[in-house]
């Protein structure tokens, strides 16, 4: 194994260890190029060295509004230099002088090459002291952009990789833009086999839980380039929480945390004073080949096998900073879930295939909007253990949710988690929210609307890796498609002779009714009602897998009733409509329901979304049901 060599220039510093060779630029800490398999740089050549590979910001205060911050390191230092590992430092102090155009937080961005490693490493010390100005951080990731002329194969799942348009075809006259800019439909691309496809970043996020490795192929020389996030510990919202990946470029992102899929509920907002560290990453950038003529798809099957190695090496012993614990200055918590829904089951059931995670001390669910620290994540057996690993020290509340059952669970006391600690929660009962049995209900409660129907897309704006995709739902356009499919009247559903997954549009959205005007719509639920119990009441539960600027009004049996008997308020900015994402932000509501609304008989129920100034304004529901008065 040859010895990792450090050379430091006047304006770069290069890292080489005979696999690789890395060039930073000097102070800056900018990846200008990386050298590879023969290739002197899969970077993108054709741009400034500046936009290349980088780690970057987007913050606002109130002088400076979504304020683009390329971060480049002041001052340089060599952390570790050794024949197996090295270890460099990219500085950036807050300096008060610049407070118009400078972020107040001191940057430490770092990278690590080791010895016989096909790859290298990148973390982030972001650190505010206390009596700094306060800000709002929307948004921080770590971007590469490679060669157009190289890299034209993406990859971010089995079932999700496809060749991709060129840069070049986003823009006029070979690309035309739809209804916002990141969709482009491709008009005359210079792969013409792409021609009538659209393009758009967004058809490519993916979850957290399983967004730990996705890249680009260069077929000439057969070549990939990987980005491979081992650990969800320092990103937000939650192991369903959506972000980008890869996209055409050709580029590839590790995205810390973002307002995307949740809006400006999962960003950071520092009050003025307020102290705060935290350590992003460290991602590990892995670069693979095979021999001319050898499998080119053994490069993607060789990039999981490395994600897997990644992540069971979790947490890192190499890094050398004090603020990345290693395994043995972190602690554990064990435990069994169960459920208990006396409408379901007499007995406790175990939580099979539950969340379970540690996240900063709140309220039940307020983990997924919790942006400033650390989460850690989970899913619980078929008999419902679970064991939490290789946690940070700190306080934290344990959370949880259970696909099958509404609501979030809160174990109510704080865990104090210390070095080597092993914590035992023993049995923990979950009593999902329940008034009385189940009467009637529509979907299933697992947080997203995947189960409702998805319609076809226009067949003029197709993105050909989805026809026939189980994720069908990121064709563009599909909110368009609603107005087709109900021209004079709206969703009608009836219990007991419709199917939710033929009969209910996975979205409500609102109605085009000519250029730019659009009116909120009211879709029925119409269901019999037997032995009406004139002295209890009933209870309407409202799961949402997503909403954005909506205002949920509910009434029943009189559409025209000037006042709802429900009415949600306006509430979320997901934006997952126009993003193509099955889920945002989950939204419980529980609705008492006066038997003197209802009648013996055939009911019927009007929700209406009543906010229609946009196409994407709408309500992806989760899940329905009402339940009866209690039982005796």
């Known amino acids: 194994m040859a010895a990792v060599k450090l050379e430091i220039q006047e304006q770069y510093v290069l890292i080489d260890n005979g696999i690789l060779q890395l060039n930073l630029s000097n102070p800056g800490g900018i990846v200008t190029g990386i050298r590879y398999n023969g290739i002197d740089n899969l970077m993108e050549v054709i741009n400034n060295e500046d936009d290349r590979g980088y780690w970057d910001l987007v913050w606002d205060d109130a002088k400076n509004k979504g304020t683009f911050d390329r971060v480049k390191g002041t001052t340089f230092k060599v952390i570790k230099e050794e024949e197996d590992q090295v270890e460099v430092s990219f500085k950036r102090t807050w300096d008060p002088s610049v407070t118009d155009y400078q972020v107040p937080l001191t940057i430490d961005k770092r990278f690590i090459v080791l010895g016989g490693s096909s790859g290298f490493y990148s973390y982030a010390i972001y650190e505010r002291l206390q009596g700094w100005p306060g800000f709002n951080l929307g948004r921080t990731r770590m971007a590469f952009k ?51 496809e659209v393009d758009d970043k967004y058809q490519y996020s993916m979850e957290n839980k399983d967004n730990k490795v996705h890249g680009w192929i260069c077929s000439d020389p057969p070549t990939g380039f990987w980005m491979i996030s081992p650990s969800d510990e320092y990103r937000t919202g939650g192991p369903l929480k959506q972000s980008l990946t890869s996209h055409v470029g050709p580029t590839t992102l590790a995205i810390f945390f973002s307002s995307h899929y949740s809006g400006n509920e999962l960003t950071p907002k520092f009050e003025d004073g307020e102290p705060w560290k935290k350590v992003f990453g460290p991602v590990f950038i892995h670069l693979n080949s095979v021999e001319p003529g050898g499998d080119i798809g053994s490069l993607w099957q060789n990039a999981k096998s490395q994600m897997l190695n990644e992540t069971q090496s979790w947490p890192y012993i190499f890094p050398v900073s004090e603020d990345f614990p290693a395994s043995d200055q972190r602690g554990s ?23 379970v995670g540690l996240a900063l001390p709140g309220e039940p669910g307020s983990w997924q909007r919790e942006s400033k ?45 210390t070095p080597e600690c092993n914590t035992t929660v023993g049995e923990l009962v979950y009593e999902p929210p329940r008034s009385g049995p189940t009467l009637w209900e529509i979907g299933i409660p697992d947080r997203s609307a995947f189960e409702y129907y998805v319609p076809d897309p226009n067949p003029k704006y197709i993105n050909k890796l989805y026809i026939n995709h189980p994720h069908k739902f990121r064709q563009y356009g599909l909110w368009e498609r609603y107005a087709e499919l109900y021209p004079d009247s709206d969703l009608v559903y009836t219990i007991g002779t419709s199917n939710y997954k033929k009969d209910w549009f996975f979205a409500q959205v609102t109605r085009k009714v000519e250029d730019n005007k659009y009116e ?15 002295t209890g009441n009933y209870t309407l539960r409202l ?13 029943f049996n009189d559409e025209k009733a000037e006042a709802p008997h ?20 989950y939204w419980l509501f529980s609705v008492e329901v006066k038997s003197s609304w209802l009648v013996e008989g055939d009911n019927t129920i009007f929700l209406t979304q009543a906010r229609s100034t946009s196409p994407f304004q709408g309500i992806l529901y989760d899940y329905i049901r009402l339940e009866g008065p209690p039982s005796a």
């Open 146 to 196: 490679l060669r157009k002329d190289k890299f034209q194969y993406m990859v971010i799942a089995d079932n999700r990789q496809r060749v991709m348009p060129m840069p070049d075809d986003r823009e006029p006259p070979r690309g035309q833009q739809l209804a916002f800019k990141e969709a482009v439909l491709l008009v005359d691309p210079i792969n013409g086999s792409l021609k009538g």
């Open 520 to 534: 909120p719509t009211t879709w029925k639920i119409k269901f019999p009602l037997k032995d009406l119990n004139q």
């Open 373 to 417: 620290s650390y989460q850690f994540w989970v899913r619980t057996d078929a008999d419902g253990y679970f064991s939490i690993n290789n946690i940070r020290t700190g306080d934290y509340n344990l959370y949880a949710w259970v696909p099958g059952f509404i609501g979030d669970y809160k174990y109510e006391a704080t865990l104090n988690i």
């Open 566 to 585: 429900f009415n949600s308020g306006v509430f979320g900015r997901d934006n997952a409509i126009a993003r193509h994402g099955i889920h945002g932000l």
């Open 543 to 555: 799961a949402i897998a997503s909403a954005h600027i909506s205002e949920l009004q509910v009434r």
């Open 333 to 355: 918590v064990h435990g069994r879930l169960l459920v208990k829904d006396q409408y379901v089951d007499e007995e406790k059931l175990p939580a099979a295939s539950a969340y």
